[in-house]
């Protein structure tokens, strides 16, 4: 424990996408599995308030916290790893400081003064990044500030690093630089020339780093870490390899080994001692040595792009490390699927997963995927539309509805099976303002979701607008879609099941958000062991 919070700044350099955020997570791991209370937040310079309107195109998956912020998908890895909830204080971007201070200028609060990037900017961030450390619930904060050093929109927050480093004194922070070696076959060597460049372009703003991780596809010999370390201003021990693992979750153990956190610890004077890996490490053998193998579909519009179901690829680690299973996870693309080709499709799948998502696209595919694992009983989980369209299948083609749909893709519907929440009419503004985070829900003892989750009360997160007509429930139920579990308060339909298939679950909220290394997710578990038995009946 120590007495007042110590704060790592993450940076990086030559190229986006080095996997910040893994190296973030996997050195929380390493403080944490020393007894250090570690969080991570992230800084992202782009204009937008939160990534909730962004496209997944754009930006991968939108992950949600238990306080209802729309955040970025690097607080999934961060939750994943340490199994500690994050909040909006965890991610922060630039439209959102910059909010903050327009607002308290319209305020009045500047007092006349001039506002500008540098205090006014600059003391904002400052003050976010310092939200958690001064909350008392944190020994250490790791602040990643996305984007490439260079980049005129991070400038702001390197100066705010700069300016902390400063206010907080000698031994309270440390800045780690993510960088790339680059491996030049034609030559046949790695290049160090790019991190050299990127940390000058660092300290050109005022910021030395003090350790530097490279990433690379080859092991960086001791001359390359020596020559590294006297152009870099940085000590030998603190240049340190990060090699291309097979799985993210080797990451803390390739830290360890290089020995990242000691030079981090060191830095900031606080002890080191062997951290405790054994519960990760029991995981990441059952990961790696399954006993058998099954294979899923993961039915969306956006599979051709793995980040944007990020939680969900994860969550299906988690449970098949908890089965020993190896799950293969086929993305199939629900706009591509029609009756003529399903049976080729899924006729060889173990389990079918219909994801989330907003908008028409792709939607009449997805309708055609859930009846066919109905009609043939192969194990179905339906994620959030997922779940809204399981109900639209069986509306249409059970209580021979056939026009019935949601809202969202035809207003004009005779059967509006799903409709808009009453909490949603009349709202204007899409950023932010859909029934997010942590909800109640209430389930019914004889079903398939109490036997997973094995109490009568849980929460889970949400993030959508539309929802099961209550008008239609009772003609669901008489047919045979249940519905298993509710909103205490509202009413609210939270699961619809099958009970006649084998294990047919469709639910409102995303259980993927909170499924995690120590606690894969009851439903992803028990979803992977219905895939598994089905698999051996087949
Ligand atoms: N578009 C649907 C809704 O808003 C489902 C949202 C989702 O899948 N996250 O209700």
Same mark, same amino acid.
């Given at each position: 424990m120590t007495t007042n919070p110590k704060y790592i700044f993450v940076t990086g350099g030559v190229s986006s996408s080095l996997g910040k955020g893994i190296i973030a997570a996997s050195l929380a791991k390493l403080l944490q599995s &020393?007894?250090?209370?570690?969080?991570? &937040? /992230?800084l992202d310079p782009y204009i937008n308030i939160d990534p909730g309107t962004l496209?997944?195109? !754009?930006?991968? @998956?939108?992950?949600?916290t238990d306080d209802g912020a729309e955040t970025d998908l690097d607080l999934g890895h961060y939750e994943r790893f340490l199994n500690v909830p994050t909040s909006q204080a965890n991610n922060v971007t630039t439209g959102r400081i910059y909010q903050s201070v327009i607002?308290?200028?319209?305020?009045? @609060?500047?007092?006349g003064k001039t506002v500008q990037v540098i205090p006014h900017i600059t003391d904002?961030? /400052?003050?976010?990044? &310092?939200?958690?450390g001064n909350s008392g619930d944190y020994d250490i904060v790791i602040t990643e500030i996305g984007g490439t050093v260079g980049d005129i929109e991070s400038l702001p927050y390197i100066e705010a690093v700069r300016q902390l480093e400063w206010d907080l004194g000698e031994h309270n922070t440390c800045v780690i630089h993510l960088t790339l070696v680059p491996y030049l076959s034609a030559a046949g060597e790695l290049k160090t020339k790019p991190t050299q460049h990127s940390v000058k372009t660092l300290m !050109?703003?005022?910021? &030395?780093?003090?350790i530097l991780v490279c990433r690379t596809e080859h092991k960086l010999n001791d001359s390359l870490k020596t020559k590294l370390a006297r152009f870099c201003n940085v000590k030998k021990e603190a240049v340190i390899e990060s090699i291309d693992a097979s799985t993210i979750y080797d990451v803390p153990n390739l830290m360890l080994e290089e020995g990242l956190d000691k030079v981090v610890l060191n830095q900031l004077n606080l002890k080191s001692s062997v951290p405790d890996?054994?519960?990760?490490?029991e995981f990441l053998k059952r990961h790696k040595n399954p006993k058998s193998e099954v294979t899923i579909g993961l039915i969306g519009k956006y599979v051709e792009l793995q980040d944007s179901y990020k939680s969900i690829l994860e969550?299906?680690? =988690?449970?098949?490390?908890?089965?020993?299973?190896?799950?293969?996870?086929?993305?199939? =693309?629900? !706009?591509?699927?029609s009756e003529s080709n399903i049976e080729f499709k899924l006729g060889h799948l173990d389990g079918v997963l219909v994801a989330p998502g907003f908008g028409e696209r792709g939607i009449e595919g997805k309708i055609d995927a859930v009846r066919y694992v109905r009609e043939h009983n192969i194990p179905f989980l339906g994620i959030c539309l997922g779940m809204q369209m399981a109900v639209i299948e069986y509306s249409r083609n059970v209580l021979n509805l056939p026009k019935a749909n949601s809202v969202e893709m035809d207003e004009q519907t005779p059967d509006p099976v799903i409709n808009l929440m009453a909490s949603q009419k009349g709202v204007v503004n899409k950023g932010g303002t859909m029934r997010l985070g942590t909800w109640d829900c209430k389930l019914d003892t004889e079903s398939i979701a109490y036997k997973v989750y094995n109490s009568e009360l849980i929460? !889970?997160? =949400?993030?959508?607008?539309?929802?099961?007509?209550?008008?239609?429930?009772a003609k669901l139920e008489e047919t045979g879609m249940k519905a298993t579990g509710f909103n205490p308060e509202t009413g609210l339909v939270e699961i619809v099941e099958i009970p006649a298939n084998d294990w047919f679950v469709g639910v409102q909220y995303h259980p993927e958000y909170k499924s995690t290394v120590k606690s894969p997710h009851p439903l992803f578990v028990a979803f992977v062991g219905a895939a598994l038995k089905y698999s051996k009946k087949k």
């Amino acid at each position: 424990m120590t007495t007042n919070p110590k704060y790592i700044f993450v940076t990086g350099g030559v190229s986006s996408s080095l996997g910040k955020g893994i190296i973030a997570a996997s050195l929380a791991k390493l403080l944490q599995s &020393q007894g250090y209370r570690a969080t991570i &937040q /992230k800084l992202d310079p782009y204009i937008n308030i939160d990534p909730g309107t962004l496209n997944p195109y !754009e930006h991968g @998956e939108c992950y949600v916290t238990d306080d209802g912020a729309e955040t970025d998908l690097d607080l999934g890895h961060y939750e994943r790893f340490l199994n500690v909830p994050t909040s909006q204080a965890n991610n922060v971007t630039t439209g959102r400081i910059y909010q903050s201070v327009i607002d308290k200028e319209r305020r009045g @609060e500047f007092l006349g003064k001039t506002v500008q990037v540098i205090p006014h900017i600059t003391d904002e961030i /400052k003050r976010r990044i &310092q939200i958690l450390g001064n909350s008392g619930d944190y020994d250490i904060v790791i602040t990643e500030i996305g984007g490439t050093v260079g980049d005129i929109e991070s400038l702001p927050y390197i100066e705010a690093v700069r300016q902390l480093e400063w206010d907080l004194g000698e031994h309270n922070t440390c800045v780690i630089h993510l960088t790339l070696v680059p491996y030049l076959s034609a030559a046949g060597e790695l290049k160090t020339k790019p991190t050299q460049h990127s940390v000058k372009t660092l300290m !050109e703003s005022g910021v &030395q780093a003090d350790i530097l991780v490279c990433r690379t596809e080859h092991k960086l010999n001791d001359s390359l870490k020596t020559k590294l370390a006297r152009f870099c201003n940085v000590k030998k021990e603190a240049v340190i390899e990060s090699i291309d693992a097979s799985t993210i979750y080797d990451v803390p153990n390739l830290m360890l080994e290089e020995g990242l956190d000691k030079v981090v610890l060191n830095q900031l004077n606080l002890k080191s001692s062997v951290p405790d890996l054994t519960r990760w490490n029991e995981f990441l053998k059952r990961h790696k040595n399954p006993k058998s193998e099954v294979t899923i579909g993961l039915i969306g519009k956006y599979v051709e792009l793995q980040d944007s179901y990020k939680s969900i690829l994860e969550a299906f680690i =988690h449970a098949g490390a908890e089965n020993e299973v190896k799950v293969n996870v086929e993305p199939i =693309h629900s !706009e591509y699927l029609s009756e003529s080709n399903i049976e080729f499709k899924l006729g060889h799948l173990d389990g079918v997963l219909v994801a989330p998502g907003f908008g028409e696209r792709g939607i009449e595919g997805k309708i055609d995927a859930v009846r066919y694992v109905r009609e043939h009983n192969i194990p179905f989980l339906g994620i959030c539309l997922g779940m809204q369209m399981a109900v639209i299948e069986y509306s249409r083609n059970v209580l021979n509805l056939p026009k019935a749909n949601s809202v969202e893709m035809d207003e004009q519907t005779p059967d509006p099976v799903i409709n808009l929440m009453a909490s949603q009419k009349g709202v204007v503004n899409k950023g932010g303002t859909m029934r997010l985070g942590t909800w109640d829900c209430k389930l019914d003892t004889e079903s398939i979701a109490y036997k997973v989750y094995n109490s009568e009360l849980i929460t !889970e997160r =949400h993030r959508h607008r539309f929802e099961l007509n209550n008008d239609y429930k009772a003609k669901l139920e008489e047919t045979g879609m249940k519905a298993t579990g509710f909103n205490p308060e509202t009413g609210l339909v939270e699961i619809v099941e099958i009970p006649a298939n084998d294990w047919f679950v469709g639910v409102q909220y995303h259980p993927e958000y909170k499924s995690t290394v120590k606690s894969p997710h009851p439903l992803f578990v028990a979803f992977v062991g219905a895939a598994l038995k089905y698999s051996k009946k087949k």
